[in-house]
């Protein structure tokens, strides 16, 4: 057996999906040495997730990844209808819907836009960024055990060629999966609604299909063929295209039905694969264990039906990343880190109940009862727990979207100045901030930049201190109050 020296760093990163790739990215953006490793030898082949949140471009435009995420997306981008037929040739596009805000007046919830990337062209510009950004990557690599104790955690690797090394963190970060190896081996159980509603098979194909969609482009289009009814995602939106069959049977002749359901002879349609899956809630019982953590569908598990998957995981890895570099730094005390868990683990539980209650049927009315839309793309979820004094101020709304600055909460999108290039979302990150509306010599901040702001979420006299992912630690009128609750946070 051939076994490497061991080498030491930061942080490991077990999974080179999505999410690990953006742990590895927002680590680098703190300055913290990362090491991932990807047992595969490629990213994703599958397509996968498309929808990326508002909240989830935030993060990308925090790293300065928006733009190539955009360029990445242009495939897809004025494909936000959703559109139904009982065939794709007589299908029609729907309506857009437009989220509203209070008094029915639509609302600018963030300085990003939503767009639509399909997971297998997102993760090479992540992969590449990464690369970039002076994370170690390592694909065709895997964890195969590991051991922890008081001063870290003693991973052991091995390479598609047998190669065997070990690798010395002072954390893990387990971005390895629904089925986590790493999770299993901590023995974390799991609980939720498990299986909803019946298992699906994914079809995806490669068919051109420009000419057949052309001026009525959709990302999801609902198709009531008897034969096999399902949805079509648009994954270019020309020639790549994911066939999602209700029902369980993925050995069907599937060029056969795909060709009834779109209605047009497609002579070149090839079937790349058919995946039969189980929509699933489950949400890991704890976050953290220890020197591990856990991030995206390794702690999460929940249905498609609002795109809430990949984007809860990508703001799992955003709220990790600050506390894991600033313990790592020794800015911050140890036990900061258990607001991961009393933060991320709910909100996982309300994005994992939120998708399981949502339909597949693009063509139903909204729930009012459900969580307005935004709240869910804009990062409107109130932590109940975790690294923040709260002051006791009426709870953030859910059915509505109406982001007021709230403590625990994300601080609001305003743009600052007529400019509109600079949101207070880009305050924080990769440090604190103190957004202030009056004179920002009166606050003592112990070296946090002070920001003054003509905001309608702002009373006279008051402040709110963000944390490094904008989230309100703080909100009040003592100017000493934000440097003491800072160091009272960061003593854990
Ligand atoms: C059909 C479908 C549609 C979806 N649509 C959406 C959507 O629109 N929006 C959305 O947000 N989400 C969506 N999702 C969910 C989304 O795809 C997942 O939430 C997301 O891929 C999770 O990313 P991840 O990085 O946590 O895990 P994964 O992408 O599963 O990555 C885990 C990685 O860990 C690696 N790994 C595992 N064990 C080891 C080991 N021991 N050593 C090294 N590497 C290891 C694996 O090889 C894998 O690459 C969808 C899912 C499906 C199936």
């Given at each position: 057996m051939n076994v490497q020296r061991t080498r030491d760093g930061q942080v490991l990163v077990v999974g080179g999906g999505l999410v690990g790739l953006t742990t590895a990215l927002v680590l680098r953006h703190h300055g913290v040495d990362v090491t991932l490793v990807e047992k595969r030898a490629t990213t994703s082949p599958q397509p996968k997730a498309r929808r990326l949140h508002m909240r989830s471009m935030e993060v990308f435009r925090e790293l300065g990844l928006a733009a190539a995420v955009r360029e990445a997306a242009r495939d897809l981008a004025e494909h936000d209808h959703m559109a139904t037929g009982r065939t794709l040739a007589d299908a029609r596009q729907l309506p857009l819907w437009q989220p509203t805000g209070p008094g029915e007046q639509p609302v600018e919830a963030s300085p990003e836009l939503p767009c639509l990337v399909a997971q297998d062209v997102l993760e090479p510009v992540l992969r590449r960024a990464a690369e970039d950004a002076g994370a170690r990557v390592l694909f065709s690599t895997e964890l195969t055990s590991f051991a922890q104790d008081?001063?870290?955690?003693?991973?052991?690797?091995?390479?598609?060629?047998?190669r065997e090394s070990s690798l010395r963190a002072a954390h893990l970060v387990a971005a390895d999966g629904a089925r986590s190896p790493v999770r299993a081996a901590l023995?974390?159980?799991?609980?939720?609604?498990g299986a909803i509603g019946g298992p699906q098979v994914s079809v995806y194909f490669h068919a051109d299909l420009s000419a057949v969609v052309r001026g009525r482009e959709f990302n999801l289009c609902r198709l009531e063929h008897p034969a096999a009814p399902g949805a079509l995602a648009s994954v270019d939106g020309r020639t790549r295209w994911v066939f999602l069959a209700n029902g369980g049977d993925p050995d069907r002749d599937w060029p056969a039905l795909l060709r009834t359901v779109l209605g047009v002879?497609?002579?070149d349609l090839d079937v790349r694969s058919v995946l039969r899956w189980q929509p699933e809630e489950l949400v890991a019982d704890r976050y953290s264990d220890g020197r591990v953590h856990l991030v995206g569908d390794a702690a999460h598990v929940m249905p498609p039906f609002a795109a809430l998957g990949a984007n809860t995981g990508i703001d799992d890895a955003h709220n990790l990343g600050w506390k894991l570099a600033a313990v790592l730094s020794g800015t911050a005390a140890p036990a900061l880190l258990d607001s991961y868990d009393a933060e991320r683990r709910p909100a996982g539980r309300?994005?994992?109940d939120q998708s399981s209650r949502r339909s597949a049927d693009v063509t139903s009315e909204?729930?009012?009862?459900?969580?307005?839309?935004?709240?869910?793309?804009?990062?409107?979820?109130?932590?109940?727990a975790g690294a923040f004094v709260g002051d006791g101020g009426e709870a953030e709304p859910v059915t509505e979207f109406a982001p007021a600055g709230r403590v625990a909460t994300r601080v609001p999108h305003r743009w600052l100045g007529p400019g509109r290039t600079l949101s207070t979302v880009d305050l924080?990150?990769?440090?604190?901030a103190l957004a202030v509306a009056d004179d920002p010599h009166r606050w003592r901040t112990d070296g946090v930049p002070v920001h003054r702001l003509d905001a309608d979420f702002l009373s006279p006299g008051e402040g709110l201190l963000l944390r490094p992912d904008d989230v309100v630690a703080w909100r009040g009128t003592d100017p000493t109050a934000p440097a003491a609750v800072r160091a009272e946070l960061l003593a854990g």
């Open positions: 008081a001063d870290g955690v003693l991973a052991a690797l091995r390479d598609r060629a047998g023995g974390i159980p799991r609980s939720g609604r002879p497609a002579p309300f994005a994992a909204p729930d009012a009862a459900l969580a307005h839309p935004f709240v869910l793309a804009a990062g409107g979820f109130q932590y109940p924080a990150g990769p440090g604190w």
